[in-house]
């Protein structure tokens, strides 16, 4: 798959098993690069789902673990000589609604820190809204959740990809 330069921030979005995180991982392929996992095992589940991004990914990745603090984190690891892939903002919404964080608030400090990132950044994240209607509440509100922060974080990055059965759409490309 021919890819283009790498933008300094990239939202690569898509349903459950589209592609979307090889894709991302491929755009940062060939080089030093970062990845900064939310995902947590909970389960044993989770556990092989993560064991098998970590054996796609190869020895050639750095790995830091953060479910929570992702701003923070993300702002502290910025190097303009390496690249980092977050994957994923879907696992993060999860998490800080688990512990009652402010959704909202986390995704205003994510949003500032790719504002003024010093590195590029591709950023993962899942499209729940072209589904069926959640049943639960807690269900709508993290579908309405991570809508919302999906449209800040797009918002905010220069290139927003879309990836449906394994193949990219360009949806914004800000030179």
């Known amino acids: 798959m021919a890819m283009t330069p790498l933008a300094p921030t990239t939202l690569v979005l898509g349903g459950?098993?589209?592609?979307?995180?090889?894709?991302?991982?491929?755009?940062?392929?060939?080089?030093?690069?970062?990845?900064?996992?939310?995902?947590?095992?909970?389960?044993a589940e989770m556990a092989a789902r993560i064991a098998t991004h970590r054996a796609r990914r190869g020895p050639g990745?750095?790995?830091?673990?953060?479910?929570?603090?992702?701003?923070?984190?993300?702002?502290?690891?910025?190097?303009?000589?390496?690249?980092?892939?977050v994957d994923c903002l879907t696992l993060w919404i999860g998490n800080l609604m688990h512990a009652g964080r402010d959704v909202d608030a986390a995704a205003a400090a994510l949003c500032a820190v790719l504002e003024a990132a010093r590195g590029a950044v591709v950023l993962v994240s899942n499209e729940v809204g072209l589904g069926l209607v959640p049943e639960t509440p807690l269900g709508r509100a993290f579908r309405d959740a991570q809508g919302r922060v999906n449209q800040r974080v797009a918002a905010t990055c220069r290139r927003v990809v879309f990836v449906a059965a394994g193949l990219p759409l360009m949806l914004k490309d800000t030179p």
């Open 61 to 85: 990745w750095s790995l830091i673990e953060e479910p929570l603090e992702l701003a923070a984190a993300l702002d502290r690891i910025l190097d303009p000589a390496r690249p980092v892939l």
């Open 16 to 43: 459950a098993r589209s592609g979307k995180s090889s894709y991302a991982e491929e755009l940062l392929a060939g080089g030093p690069a970062l990845y900064l996992a939310t995902g947590q095992a909970f389960d």
